[in-house]
């Protein structure tokens, strides 16, 4: 049997049990068949992926550690001669002329392109509703969100139209759709992997992730993503590490030792009580593997949400200026002026939601508002982040629900900005602080995937892989499939 | 009313970096638009970008030079506003911490006494792109080449108060700025562009007047005459009883004057914050004490060496000192010469004018300083008279030759042979007797007719020195 997954497929590709050929044609089929409604992919790449399929199977390719397997890279990473939306309208005709590094180095692992993913537009949203292409579904309950922004490529995933697509991580972009669609998010520390070429949104908290199926193909993606860019002065000055090679031996008291903190300020109101259970079992689960558990305070943490929706839209609305209708993207026909090319091309352009945090952003940045709002969310920030220091210095990771609830009903939170900031209520924190994180399946309440987050120490990607790793090998949510869906290749 | 001007200038370097500020481009002027711009400068979406060392280094050069603090922590931050030829919508500049702060200069208007002007702070920032507004027919043109080119920008304090100080300031910048080797400061492309800040006060008030903010200046001249203008203006309203509006303006040199920028023109919240895609600027001690070391000489320091170890007048030490490039040529043809007050006064004389009638830099000089050097050499030696001197450089300035090729060729070596003059004395004596009986009933003027006999009879090559000596024992 073949396994859907990085790992799986590596060894059925060195195996000739499949070429990369017949895994690219069932990755396609399964977009004809389930794209339509689910409505992950804004660009398809049919053609150029059979291409790079043959060309790896006949050994004319790169051969990298992923050679011949096709992934999908959320919108918002600039792909050399393919669309790159990032969700919006301003950006419908953009045909960027390089690739972002993480495309480059994915592309030298031996990867191919076979679809750029839906999102919120410019990353901003919890749903994927917000995106000009219209709202991803999640392919548990298609009258449900997958959750967002990288929306389209977790339920790509989740529903085995890939085996695995990038995403991006600003408040809980990555984690939060992909505990909503039972699939493995993994958020690296802020400056693990470059952002050159991916769409601005918030750059002091953007960071690029990715969308699996397990911990471990997590850290195969992040053996290539990981390491220094030239191109990029807030990425880290150290080299990436061989990650997936620090899963392996795993015991059965894998986790000896590990000190493991769960963050009470998350267990209060506000979390479904089914979820809390769950929460519960995981960490039953956890001890079992040897790690000790124990509740830690982190006192700032319920500031999180608020000093994010100050900087984040603050950065977003200088961030977005260059949308200007003058260089690339929409430009409105008919301006008689200057301000009208600006006002027309920007209003036509952004969606309701990118409009309404541009608006906030200008607004905390303005002079007699900047000390007020700005500085003291910066402030508020380094407390934050001190809080997590120190809860570090007692533990090893931190643990807690990445939601408060399973997957909620598409329309249910869009007219309501609020509720729908409050859905990334538990993912906001680590963001803010660039911490390492990932979220893995951990259960399932009314038939719908709910996940488990762990956070570790700036830069300690391997620790918190290996500690997500050690879960998945205990237990077989993350094997689970949505109602109607099977794992490709096993009906055969 | 006896008003006083107060002026405050921001200077604008364009740093002589080989790529810009933030990106990987070349800034070559004069190149066809949009040729030296990368995806960086264009502001394409997921572009970022990375401070030039290079750039960092002579903005902390320019602060070790001015006495300024060089900061070991500084920060970019974004300045928000949108123009067609600002492509990210925001200018990354410094606001809150900029890399230099306080210093100072030496500003000498001529016939005043020098005075110390502070500034305020000099920051890095990138420059914006341009708008041709002529270029296309029915569209304004974007061009992109200076965009991200890297300026410093030199605040001095509201301390200068008239026209001719402002101008001596922004000079005196300029020396620095090419002295230590930061800019090239070449003003018709732009390197140096001054706005200038001006106010008019009660003389002897402590509080400073409403304040115009003149735009865009980009010579010395042009800052001169656009504060005489504005200066007028400001006082006519002033005794006028009216007030002067705090505005931003900008002179049209045509017509000699200034007026207010366009609304359009001028944004006026920035909506300023630290740049989060640039971590703090943080230079390590050991960097700036090693630029420390690789300063040149300054100009003040060098002028009072001139002063002092040449003899040197203030105002002959001050020209030499007007570049870096000008002072090495000094020294070089002093010492090839041996006589530094000689070379002094060539430098300051015929090659100056030379140079200036040419329209060249001391650099791209047609006589070389050791050329130079070799025909002041003749000169001391007695070989060659000054008046022959001047034909000899004027020949080697056309391309001729050396000094010695040109003497020989011409004939022109100076005749103190004893002998020979004699014969030419007392022949000169022979047939002049009625000169020769004037001066001996005590018209002793006509002695300099005598020099100017034979000076004609050898074409100007006899030594002076020898010629007077003979006449004088004869006569």
């Given at each position: 049997?073949?396994?859907?997954?990085?790992?799986?497929?590596?060894?059925?590709?060195?195996?000739?049990?499949?070429?990369?050929?017949?895994?690219?044609?069932?990755?396609?089929?399964?977009?004809?068949?389930?794209?339509?409604?689910?409505?992950?992919?804004?660009?398809?790449?049919?053609?150029?992926?059979?291409?790079?399929?043959?060309?790896?199977?006949?050994?004319?390719?790169?051969?990298?550690?992923?050679?011949?397997?096709?992934?999908?890279?959320?919108?918002?990473?600039?792909?050399?001669?393919?669309?790159?939306?990032?969700?919006?309208?301003?950006?419908?005709?953009?045909?960027?002329?390089?690739?972002?590094?993480?495309?480059?180095?994915?592309?030298?692992?031996?990867?191919?392109?076979?679809?750029?993913?839906?999102?919120?537009?410019?990353?901003?949203?919890?749903?994927?509703?917000?995106?000009?292409?219209?709202?991803?579904?999640?392919?548990?309950?298609?009258?449900?969100?997958?959750?967002?922004?990288?929306?389209?490529?977790?339920?790509?995933?989740?529903?085995?139209?890939?085996?695995?697509?990038?995403?991006?991580?600003?408040?809980?972009?990555?984690?939060?759709?992909?505990?909503?669609?039972?699939?493995?998010?993994?958020?690296?520390?802020?400056?693990?992997?470059?952002?050159?070429?991916?769409?601005?949104?918030?750059?002091?908290?953007?960071?690029?992730?990715?969308?699996?199926?397990?911990?471990?193909?997590?850290?195969?993606?992040?053996?290539?993503?990981?390491?220094?860019?030239?191109?990029?002065?807030?990425?880290?000055?150290?080299?990436?590490?061989?990650?997936?090679?620090?899963?392996?031996?795993?015991?059965?008291?894998?986790?000896?030792?590990?000190?493991?903190?769960?963050?009470?300020?998350?267990?209060?109101?506000?979390?479904?009580?089914?979820?809390?259970?769950?929460?519960?079992?995981?960490?039953?689960?956890?001890?079992?593997?040897?790690?000790?558990?124990?509740?830690?305070?982190?006192?700032?943490?319920?500031?999180?949400?608020?000093?994010?929706?100050?900087?984040?839209?603050?950065?977003?609305?200088?961030?977005?200026?260059?949308?200007?209708?003058?260089?690339?993207?929409?430009?409105?026909?008919?301006?008689?002026?200057?301000?009208?090319?600006?006002?027309?091309?920007?209003?036509?352009?952004?969606?309701?939601?990118?409009?309404?945090?541009?608006?906030?952003?200008?607004?905390?940045?303005?002079?007699?508002?900047?000390?007020?709002?700005?500085?003291?969310?910066?402030?508020?920030?380094?407390?934050?982040?001190?809080?997590?220091?120190?809860?570090?210095?007692?533990?090893?990771?931190?643990?807690g629900p990445t939601t408060p609830a399973p997957a909620f009903a598409v329309g249910e939170k869009i007219n309501d900005p609020i509720q729908m900031y409050l859905n990334d209520v538990y993912t906001i924190g680590a963001a803010l602080a660039g911490l390492p994180c990932i979220s893995v399946p951990a259960g399932s309440v009314d038939g719908l995937p709910v996940g488990l987050q762990?956070?570790?120490?700036?830069?300690?990607?391997?620790?918190?892989?290996?500690?997500?790793?050690?879960?998945?090998?205990?237990?077989?949510?993350?094997?689970?499939?949505?109602?109607?869906?099977?794992?490709?290749?096993?009906?055969? | 009313?006896?008003?006083?001007?107060?002026?405050?200038?921001?200077?604008?370097?364009?740093?002589?970096?080989?790529?810009?500020?933030?990106?990987?481009?070349?800034?070559?002027?004069?190149?066809?638009?949009?040729?030296?711009?990368?995806?960086?400068?264009?502001?394409?979406?997921?572009?970022?970008?990375?401070?030039?060392?290079?750039?960092?280094?002579?903005?902390?050069?320019?602060?070790?030079?001015?006495?300024?603090?060089?900061?070991?922590?500084?920060?970019?931050?974004?300045?928000?506003?949108?123009?067609?030829?600002?492509?990210?919508?925001?200018?990354?500049?410094?606001?809150?911490?900029?890399?230099?702060?306080?210093?100072?200069?030496?500003?000498?208007?001529?016939?005043?006494?020098?005075?110390?002007?502070?500034?305020?702070?000099?920051?890095?920032?990138?420059?914006?792109?341009?708008?041709?507004?002529?270029?296309?027919?029915?569209?304004?043109?974007?061009?992109?080449?200076?965009?991200?080119?890297?300026?410093?920008?030199?605040?001095?304090?509201?301390?200068?108060?008239?026209?001719?100080?402002?101008?001596?300031?922004?000079?005196?910048?300029?020396?620095?700025?090419?002295?230590?080797?930061?800019?090239?400061?070449?003003?018709?492309?732009?390197?140096?562009?001054?706005?200038?800040?001006?106010?008019?006060?009660?003389?002897?008030?402590?509080?400073?007047?409403?304040?115009?903010?003149?735009?865009?200046?980009?010579?010395?001249?042009?800052?001169?005459?656009?504060?005489?203008?504005?200066?007028?203006?400001?006082?006519?309203?002033?005794?006028?009883?009216?007030?002067?509006?705090?505005?931003?303006?900008?002179?049209?040199?045509?017509?000699?004057?200034?007026?207010?920028?366009?609304?359009?023109?001028?944004?006026?919240?920035?909506?300023?914050?630290?740049?989060?895609?640039?971590?703090?600027?943080?230079?390590?001690?050991?960097?700036?004490?090693?630029?420390?070391?690789?300063?040149?000489?300054?100009?003040?320091?060098?002028?009072?060496?001139?002063?002092?170890?040449?003899?040197?007048?203030?105002?002959?030490?001050?020209?030499?000192?007007?570049?870096?490039?000008?002072?090495?040529?000094?020294?070089?043809?002093?010492?090839?010469?041996?006589?530094?007050?000689?070379?002094?006064?060539?430098?300051?004389?015929?090659?100056?004018?030379?140079?200036?009638?040419?329209a060249l830099d001391i650099g791209a000089s047609r006589v070389g300083a050791g050329e130079l050097g070799a025909l002041l050499a003749r000169l001391r030696e007695g070989v060659l008279s000054g008046k022959l001197g001047k034909e000899v450089f004027q020949?080697?300035?056309?391309?001729?030759?050396?000094?010695?090729?040109?003497?020989?060729?011409?004939?022109?070596?100076?005749?103190?042979?004893?002998?020979?003059?004699?014969?030419?004395?007392?022949?000169?004596?022979?047939?002049?007797?009625?000169?020769?009986?004037?001066?001996?009933?005590?018209?002793?003027?006509?002695?300099?007719?005598?020099?100017?006999?034979?000076?004609?009879?050898?074409?100007?090559?006899?030594?002076?020195?020898?010629?007077?000596?003979?006449?004088?024992?004869?006569?």
């Amino acid at each position: 049997m073949i396994e859907f997954s990085l790992a799986g497929l590596r060894r059925a590709l060195d195996g000739g049990e499949i070429s990369s050929r017949e895994l690219t044609e069932a990755c396609l089929r399964r977009i004809e068949e389930r794209n339509p409604a689910l409505n992950a992919f804004v660009t398809l790449c049919g053609e150029s992926a059979l291409k790079e399929a043959s060309r790896a199977d006949s050994g004319k390719a790169a051969d990298g550690p992923l050679a011949g397997i096709p992934i999908a890279h959320k919108d918002i990473f600039c792909t050399r001669g393919v669309r790159t939306t990032a969700g919006s309208r301003i950006l419908d005709n953009f045909v960027p002329p390089y690739d972002a590094t993480v495309v480059e180095r994915l592309a030298q692992a031996g990867t191919f392109l076979i679809g750029k993913t839906n999102m919120d537009e410019f990353a901003m949203g919890s749903s994927s509703e917000t995106s000009y292409y219209g709202p991803v579904l999640n392919p548990w309950d298609l009258s449900r969100s997958p959750g967002g922004s990288s929306g389209g490529s977790a339920a790509a995933v989740a529903a085995g139209l890939v085996p695995a697509a990038t995403g991006t991580d600003t408040g809980g972009s990555v984690r939060q759709p992909a505990a909503l669609c039972g699939i493995t998010g993994f958020r690296p520390s802020y400056g693990r992997v470059s952002r050159y070429g991916m769409i601005a949104f918030a750059s002091s908290l953007d960071q690029a992730g990715s969308l699996t199926r397990t911990a471990e193909d997590a850290a195969l993606l992040l053996d290539s993503m990981a390491g220094h860019d030239p191109r990029d002065s807030t990425c880290a000055q150290r080299p990436g590490e061989r990650y997936s090679a620090a899963l392996s031996p795993m015991s059965a008291r894998a986790l000896e030792g590990v000190r493991i903190g769960v963050v009470k300020e998350f267990m209060g109101e506000g979390l479904d009580p089914r979820c809390r259970q769950v929460f519960s079992d995981n960490m039953a689960t956890l001890r079992g593997l040897g790690a000790a558990v124990s509740e830690v305070s982190l006192p700032r943490l319920p500031l999180s949400v608020a000093v994010y929706y100050v900087v984040a839209p603050a950065e977003c609305s200088s961030n977005l200026a260059r949308f200007d209708g003058v260089r690339f993207g929409l430009r409105e026909s008919g301006a008689d002026s200057l301000e009208a090319l600006y006002t027309q091309s920007r209003g036509a352009g952004f969606g309701e939601e990118v409009r309404r945090r541009i608006l906030v952003g200008g607004w905390v940045l303005s002079k007699g508002y900047f000390d007020a709002y700005y500085l003291k969310a910066q402030r508020a920030r380094r407390l934050l982040a001190n809080d997590f220091a120190r809860a570090f210095e007692s533990v090893d990771m931190l643990a807690g629900p990445t939601t408060p609830a399973p997957a909620f009903a598409v329309g249910e939170k869009i007219n309501d900005p609020i509720q729908m900031y409050l859905n990334d209520v538990y993912t906001i924190g680590a963001a803010l602080a660039g911490l390492p994180c990932i979220s893995v399946p951990a259960g399932s309440v009314d038939g719908l995937p709910v996940g488990l987050q762990l956070m570790g120490r700036p830069f300690a990607e391997a620790e918190v892989l290996r500690c997500a790793h050690a879960y998945q090998l205990e237990t077989n949510w993350h094997r689970l499939w949505p109602p109607g869906t099977t794992a490709p290749f096993d009906a055969g | 009313m006896n008003l006083e001007a107060v002026i405050g200038l921001e200077i604008h370097v364009q740093l002589a970096t080989r790529s810009k500020m933030f990106s990987g481009a070349p800034t070559v002027f004069g190149a066809a638009p949009n040729t030296q711009a990368c995806l960086v400068d264009l502001g394409f979406p997921g572009t970022l970008p990375v401070a030039n060392r290079e750039a960092v280094a002579m903005a902390a050069r320019f602060g070790l030079a001015t006495g300024g603090r060089v900061a070991e922590h500084s920060v970019f931050a974004r300045k928000n506003y949108f123009y067609p030829d600002l492509p990210k919508g925001y200018q990354i500049s410094q606001y809150e911490l900029p890399i230099v702060s306080g210093g100072a200069v030496e500003v000498a208007v001529p016939g005043h006494a020098p005075r110390t002007i502070e500034l305020t702070r000099a920051h890095l920032e990138e420059d914006a792109g341009k708008s041709l507004h002529d270029a296309l027919p029915n569209a304004t043109g974007v061009d992109l080449n200076r965009a991200g080119a890297p300026l410093l920008e030199i605040v001095t304090e509201p301390q200068l108060h008239s026209p001719e100080e402002a101008g001596a300031c922004m000079r005196s910048i300029h020396q620095m700025v090419t002295w230590i080797g930061i800019s090239d400061g070449a003003m018709q492309e732009g390197s140096m562009r001054c706005d200038a800040n001006i106010s008019l006060r009660k003389r002897g008030d402590p509080n400073l007047g409403t304040r115009t903010e003149i735009k865009n200046l980009n010579s010395f001249r042009f800052v001169e005459r656009a504060l005489r203008c504005e200066i007028r203006r400001q006082g006519e309203v002033l005794r006028g009883g009216g007030a002067v509006a705090q505005e931003t303006r900008l002179y049209d040199s045509r017509m000699d004057a200034t007026r207010p920028m366009r609304d359009k023109e001028e944004a006026n919240d920035y909506r300023y914050f630290p740049d989060p895609d640039l971590p703090p600027l943080v230079l390590e001690s050991g960097f700036v004490e090693e630029l420390r070391h690789t300063l040149p000489e300054l100009p003040g320091a060098r002028q009072d060496r001139f002063e002092a170890d040449y003899g040197l007048s203030a105002e002959d030490a001050r020209r030499l000192c007007e570049s870096r490039a000008t002072a090495d040529y000094f020294e070089a043809a002093g010492r090839a010469c041996g006589d530094m007050v000689l070379a002094a006064r060539w430098v300051t004389g015929d090659l100056a004018a030379a140079l200036n009638r040419d329209a060249l830099d001391i650099g791209a000089s047609r006589v070389g300083a050791g050329e130079l050097g070799a025909l002041l050499a003749r000169l001391r030696e007695g070989v060659l008279s000054g008046k022959l001197g001047k034909e000899v450089f004027q020949a080697m300035w056309s391309g001729e030759g050396g000094a010695d090729d040109i003497i020989a060729a011409r004939g022109l070596k100076q005749i103190s042979d004893t002998s020979t003059l004699e014969g030419i004395v007392d022949d000169i004596l022979a047939s002049h007797s009625d000169q020769v009986s004037q001066y001996r009933e005590g018209n002793t003027r006509v002695f300099g007719f005598f020099v100017g006999q034979v000076m004609r009879a050898t074409k100007g090559r006899a030594n002076p020195a020898i010629v007077n000596e003979l006449l004088r024992e004869r006569l």
